[in-house]
């Protein structure tokens, strides 16, 4: 495996991890023109809130965000996405970067009709719909909808329902790397008492990634990395 050097920041009041990963040219197709002077391209994932710091880091680590990839819809790993999308449109017109990606069963969380959703979803988790108006900008549809097996640069999409109906993770077979959302946590697993959650389903999730090779690194949604073999879940 050719390990990648992955970058994170921990953003939000539910601390959730937005990571950044490099991509090689191979993984990134400039058919409309190369990146500002400088810049190298990147996904993005999970950009939760705080958009503001996810900006300056990638300036300072010269990264381009080409792709936003989202592992669920819950506002806590997408609040940022407008912001995002407004710099970096701003940066280079006229090449619709970065392109945003959401399995499709999650892609309600985006788009003009998503503010009634998060807020029902905030609600269900005993929280007040008044911390999602204070963070609110209106969530730009998806670019891209995603199904299992997909590919997205260097990723293949595994499809993995049960703490959201379109819960997916990210796998970069080659590079070992593996990034899970609130599927698998170390030493844990999202939660499946919010709309769309089905503990069943999730725990199915959590044995098809037992399958993968243990060496596999997996990046969470929140809390420290862990591996494959450390979870198993089979």
Known sequence: MLEKTVHHIVV?????????????????????????????????????????RIVALLDQLNLFPVHILLTHGHFDHI???????????????????PEIAVHAADAGYLGPDSYATHCRTFNAAGGNSAYIDALWKDMPLPNRTLAEYDTVG??????????????IAFWDKDAG???????L?????????????????????????????????????HGSMTTIAAEDWG
């Open 185 to 221: 946590f170390r030493n844990g697993y999202g939660r499946t008492d919010l709309p769309g959650g089905n503990k069943s389903l999730l725990f199915d999730s959590l044995k098809s990634l037992s399958a993968l090779d243990g060496n596999v690194r997996v990046y969470p949604g």
């Open 12 to 52: 939000g009041g539910i601390a959730t991890n937005c990571w950044i990963y490099p991509l090689d040219e191979a993984d990134f197709h400039f058919a409309a023109g190369p990146l500002p002077e400088g810049f190298s391209p990147c996904a993005v994932i999970d950009p939760g809130e705080e958009g503001d």
């Open 79 to 97: 609040a940022a996405t407008p912001a995002l999308v407004n710099e970096y449109r701003r940066r280079l017109p006229r090449r619709g970067l």
């Open 154 to 167: 260097p990723f293949t999409v595994l499809h993995l329902p049960g703490h959201t109906p379109g819960s």
């Open 177 to 183: 790397a593996l990034f899970t959302g609130d599927t």
